[in-house]
């Protein structure tokens, strides 16, 4: 008997990460328990774990060596109840990972046209340090010393304090050819385009079927958010004026974000069957579950 269509769906799009080397046991995990698990209270049982990962090709052995080394680097919790295990994220890193899915599950990345920007110029090369702070405020570079800031300049000279820095507010903004270019490149257009490539297939096999397995539903929800937020977290958000014409990105967030509403139910009853924490079931999942790609 032939395999239902999202199954070969599901296998194609292993086999392409499988042949890139873009898949990681313990990348897979960290995904798992915040995608999935967070919202449905943070503990979850090794068993269901070891399910999961074995449908996505991870054997045990690899789960093993990259619980391990999660736990070892402080990503993860593990506690025994008896025979069984049970995991959760570190809280450091589970409030990190909740901070993130402002931007994962995000309706859009775009700023509105009227958020402030300004540029920045420093009168030598900044340390690695003062880039990342900028990095962190979502600035764009234009050279070793010049910056597009999509926030007052006073905000963005007060992440630099001791620099030898100058900033102004620019109320309007016409890109040069060399600033679209760097634009473009830091909303990642050639990558998105991509996964919309590869995800578009998977969304047509899911319009042929009248029903779901809560199996693959959960397997190609913790795939695709695998790969989705690796990009949504590198993304440039930036004022919807200056996107460029063939920012490739709202059209793979609509892609994912569709694809995952009709993946939720499903996957969330295979989580009602087979994960567990130590008290039993797993609670009812969190309000902001619902909301995921529905608000800016």
Same mark, same amino acid.
């Given at each position: 008997m032939r395999p239902d269509p999202i199954a070969r769906a599901i296998a194609a799009r292993l086999t392409a990460l499988q042949a890139s080397q873009?898949?990681?046991?313990?990348?897979?995990?960290?995904?798992?328990?915040?995608?999935?698990?967070?919202?449905?209270?943070?503990?979850v049982s090794a068993a269901a774990v070891q399910v999961l990962m074995a449908r996505l090709g991870i054997d045990h052995g690899a789960v093993r060596t990259a619980v391990s080394r999660l736990a070892a680097d402080g990503w993860i919790e593990r506690t025994r109840e008896g025979r069984n295990s049970f995991y959760r994220l570190s809280p450091g890193v589970a409030q990190t990972v909740l901070e993130a899915e402002q931007r994962i599950y995000a309706g859009t990345s775009l700023l509105a046209a009227d958020t402030p920007r300004s540029l920045i110029i420093a009168g030598q090369p900044l340390?690695?340090?003062?880039t990342t702070e900028l990095d962190r405020l979502g600035a764009l570079a234009l050279g070793d010393r010049v910056f597009l800031c999509f926030t007052p300049a006073q905000d963005?000279?007060?992440?630099?304090?001791?620099?030898e820095v100058s900033? *102004?507010?620019i109320s309007s903004?016409?890109? +040069?050819? #060399?600033?679209?270019?760097?634009?473009? *490149?830091?909303r990642l257009a050639n990558e998105f +385009?991509? #996964?919309s490539a590869a995800y578009r297939p998977i969304l047509k096999a899911l319009e042929k079927v009248s029903s779901l397995d809560p199996e693959d539903a959960i397997t190609l929800r913790c795939l695709m958010i695998h790969e989705w937020r690796r990009m949504a977290l590198r993304v440039l958000a930036i004022p919807a004026d200056l996107a460029p014409k063939d920012d490739a990105e709202p059209e793979a967030r609509a892609l994912i974000a569709r694809i995952y509403r009709?993946?939720?139910a499903p996957s969330e009853r295979w989580l009602d069957s087979h994960a567990a924490t130590a008290c039993g079931s797993l609670?009812?999942?969190h309000p902001r579950l619902a909301l995921r790609f529905e608000t800016a």
């Open positions: 873009r898949l990681s046991a313990w990348s897979l995990i960290v995904t798992f328990l915040g995608d999935a698990i967070g919202p449905r209270g943070g503990e340390a690695e340090t003062q963005a000279l007060a992440a630099l304090p001791g620099t900033g *102004a507010d903004f016409i890109p +040069s050819p #060399l600033v679209q270019d760097r634009l473009r *490149a830091a +385009s991509a #996964l009709e993946l939720l609670p009812p999942a």
